[in-house]
């Protein structure tokens, strides 16, 4: 049990579904069709399903919404209550920016 791994510091990218920018998961914001077909915002980025990545800008919000980049991704019409969350945009959000621990 190796609990100290030396390798540098990999740090997962994922895409967002509207940008197509490149960036951490964690300055992402996941949303996820579950296994029972419903699509929801995933603050905790661990709900089980099939997943698709928003950056924080509220622009691609408007944009996933408008232009259906979520649906698409997640291959699923994007409900009505969670469409109003991405017009809403990012900012509706529970702020995590002070639990952003600093690392880096
Ligand atoms: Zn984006």
Do not use: K, N
Not at 23 to 42: I, K, S, W, Y
Not at 81 to 86: D, N, Q, Y
Not at 89 to 95: F, H
């Amino acid at each position: 049990m190796r609990s100290r791994p030396d390798a540098p510091r990999r740090v997962p990218t994922r895409s967002c579904v509207a940008c197509r920018s490149a960036r951490e998961q964690r300055d992402l914001v996941r949303f996820v069709r579950t296994p029972a077909g419903t699509m929801t915002l995933d603050e905790t980025g661990r709900l089980a399903g099939r997943g698709a990545y928003l950056c924080r800008e509220p622009g691609c919000w408007t944009l996933a919404a408008e232009r259906g980049a979520l649906g698409r991704a997640l291959a699923a019409p994007v409900p009505p209550a969670l469409r109003e969350v991405l017009l809403a945009g990012p900012a509706t959000m529970t702020t995590d920016r002070g639990g952003a621990r600093g690392q880096e």
